[in-house]
């Protein structure tokens, strides 16, 4: 099927585009990017007023599937990431059961494949059942197209067992995402430790928690040479680590949510609101200023959601009984194209950049480029479509949101995955 995508602006930094132009496609692939293209027979698409960059991918999202559908699942968790803009987005292993072996990765592999509308990329875990103590089949997983292991949701706290993952996976050349998270401090912690857990009179969870073991894992990058990237970093010195792991050459990436940039301890208020429960915890303000100038001079690679869905009855509790974690694949380019992007803090092209140029490179998946022999995987959105976050809006069946009644611009309209449209003028094409 041939497909023409004309008049929209095209943003990819990778080959210094940034006109208006139109797009052919055919057969999943990128034929041409030019001006005042034609084809003979096939489905055009005005896009006049659009922006149409390499589509977009979420590297860290909890699909819950298998074990804990009643969340969100392979075919709810695609949907809300294809509304959101996303064409791809990196599954986490903390599943029931785990995906610690070949059969859990050909089993997400396969769901996403029949109910799918967005690609997933499958991590394996680093241990098995992510308790830290055994290898997981990690070669196995390998043979099986898995490039990135994490044992989310658990930080490994034996420093030789890392060790260990690290050197095993450096072998194929393999990222390690580590969620840093020093069990024997941060303990029952619910909130940041400091003026919040004062405050609200809960258990504090301590920057120092995730800091040492950032520190730990960038020191044994620097022993193994295995590529290491942070998960949902939150701290301005655990940035000015890996920023210094960065100057002195080591293999060092990390990521940041929206929710860590926008969102501080502040905004947790005596009402106790669960949807602001999340691990790591809401930082300092001055944390989330440092986070946002690292996104701004290169220190942070990847913008990613950690989308976590629960069920209402989870998060309807108390705050120390409810679950940690928000949803975020919805809101999250709404909420960068508004609080970033149209502020001037950073560039259209360095939006890409975080959201899908450099997420590619870190999971060691093809490029998308805006050129001829490309596959056609593509977002478009809308600078200037304004809206308001609100549950009746999700796809995802999780309402776990911290950003509801938000008043947002810009939003994403269609999706293209191999050619093919995903979501049209902002509606799931099934």
Same mark, same amino acid.
């Given at each position: 099927?041939?497909?023409?995508?004309?008049?929209?602006?095209?943003?990819?930094?990778?080959?210094?585009?940034?006109?208006?132009?139109?797009?052919?496609?055919?057969?999943?692939?990128?034929?041409?990017?030019?001006?005042?293209?034609?084809?003979?027979?096939?489905?055009?698409?005005?896009?006049?007023?659009?922006?149409?960059?390499?589509?977009?991918?979420?590297?860290?999202?909890?699909?819950? #599937?298998?074990?804990? %559908?009643?969340?969100?699942?392979? @075919?709810? /968790?695609? *949907? !809300?990431?294809?509304?959101? &803009?996303?064409?791809?987005?990196?599954?986490?292993?903390?599943?029931?059961?785990?995906?610690?072996?070949?059969?859990?990765?050909?089993?997400?592999?396969?769901?996403?494949?029949?109910?799918?509308?967005?690609?997933?990329?499958?991590?394996?875990?680093?241990?098995?059942?992510?308790?830290? #103590?055994?290898?997981? %089949?990690?070669?196995?997983?390998? @043979?099986? /197209?898995? *490039? !990135?292991?994490?044992?989310? &949701?658990?930080?490994?706290?034996?420093?030789?067992?890392?060790?260990?993952?690290?050197?095993?996976?450096?072998?194929?050349?393999?990222?390690?995402?580590?969620?840093?998270?020093?069990?024997?401090?941060?303990?029952?912690?619910?909130?940041?430790?400091?003026?919040?857990?004062?405050?609200?009179?809960?258990?504090?969870?301590?920057?120092?928690?995730?800091?040492?073991?950032?520190?730990?894992?960038?020191?044994?990058?620097?022993?193994?040479?295995?590529?290491?990237?942070?998960?949902?970093?939150?701290?301005?010195?655990?940035?000015?680590?890996?920023?210094?792991?960065?100057?002195?050459?080591?293999?060092?990436?990390?990521?940041?949510?929206?929710?860590?940039?926008?969102?501080?301890?502040?905004?947790?208020?005596?009402?106790?609101?669960?949807?602001?429960?999340?691990?790591?915890?809401?930082?300092?303000?001055?944390?989330?200023?440092?986070?946002?100038?690292?996104?701004?001079?290169?220190?942070?690679?990847?913008?990613?959601?950690?989308?976590?869905?629960?069920?209402?009855?989870?998060?309807?509790?108390?705050?120390?009984?409810?679950?940690?974690?928000?949803?975020?694949?919805?809101?999250?380019?709404?909420?960068?194209?508004?609080?970033?992007?149209?502020?001037?803090?950073?560039?259209?092209?360095?939006?890409?950049?975080?959201?899908?140029?450099?997420?590619?490179?870190?999971?060691?998946?093809?490029?998308?480029?805006?050129?001829?022999?490309?596959?056609?995987?593509?977002?478009?959105?809308?600078?200037?479509?304004?809206?308001?976050?609100?549950?009746?809006?999700?796809?995802?069946?999780?309402?776990?949101?911290?950003?509801?009644?938000?008043?947002?611009?810009?939003?994403?309209?269609?999706?293209?995955?191999?050619?093919?449209?995903?979501?049209?003028?902002?509606?799931?094409?099934?």
């Amino acid at each position: 099927m041939a497909l023409m995508l004309k008049n929209a602006r095209c943003i990819d930094p990778q080959v210094g585009l940034d006109e208006v132009c139109d797009i052919l496609i055919r057969d999943g692939k990128i034929m041409e990017v030019g001006h005042g293209l034609s084809m003979e027979k096939g489905v055009e698409r005005d896009l006049s007023g659009k922006v149409l960059t390499p589509g977009l991918v979420d590297m860290h999202v909890h699909l819950r #599937e298998p074990g804990y %559908e009643q969340k969100e699942d392979i @075919a709810s /968790g695609t *949907r !809300a990431a294809a509304h959101g &803009g996303f064409t791809a987005v990196c599954a986490m292993p903390n599943t029931d059961p785990v995906i610690d072996n070949a059969v859990g990765v050909e089993y997400v592999k396969a769901r996403a494949k029949d109910v799918g509308k967005c690609r997933v990329i499958v991590s394996g875990a680093c241990t098995k059942g992510l308790k830290g #103590e055994i290898l997981a %089949e990690m070669g196995d997983m390998h @043979a099986h /197209g898995v *490039r !990135a292991f994490t044992d989310d &949701g658990h930080g490994v706290q034996d420093a030789g067992m890392m060790r260990r993952v690290m050197d095993y996976a450096s072998q194929f050349d393999c990222v390690v995402m580590p969620h840093c998270q020093d069990d024997s401090l941060v303990g029952e912690g619910q909130v940041n430790e400091g003026v919040a857990s004062t405050r609200l009179g809960m258990l504090g969870w301590p920057a120092e928690g995730e800091e040492l073991e950032i520190a730990r894992d960038i020191a044994l990058c620097r022993l193994t040479g295995c590529p290491l990237h942070i998960q949902h970093l939150t701290t301005a010195r655990g940035l000015d680590m890996v920023r210094a792991a960065k100057a002195e050459g080591l293999p060092v990436t990390c990521e940041v949510t929206p929710h860590h940039l926008f969102l501080t301890e502040d905004d947790i208020t005596d009402e106790y609101p669960t949807s602001l429960k999340v691990n790591p915890p809401l930082r300092t303000a001055d944390d989330a200023v440092a986070l946002v100038e690292g996104l701004v001079d290169g220190t942070i690679d990847a913008i990613v959601t950690d989308h976590a869905p629960h069920t209402d009855w989870e998060k309807d509790r108390e705050f120390e009984l409810a679950p940690f974690g928000m949803i975020g694949l919805e809101t999250s380019l709404g909420l960068v194209l508004t609080k970033l992007v149209d502020n001037g803090i950073i560039t259209y092209e360095r939006m890409i950049e975080l959201m899908a140029v450099n997420p590619r490179g870190i999971l060691r998946e093809e490029p998308v480029r805006l050129e001829a022999g490309s596959v056609a995987d593509l977002t478009v959105f809308d600078p200037e479509q304004t809206w308001t976050v609100e549950r009746s809006g999700f796809y995802s069946k999780a309402g776990n949101s911290g950003f509801l009644g938000a008043e947002l611009k810009g939003k994403a309209t269609d999706v293209f995955v191999g050619g093919y449209a995903t979501m049209e003028d902002g509606a799931i094409v099934e």
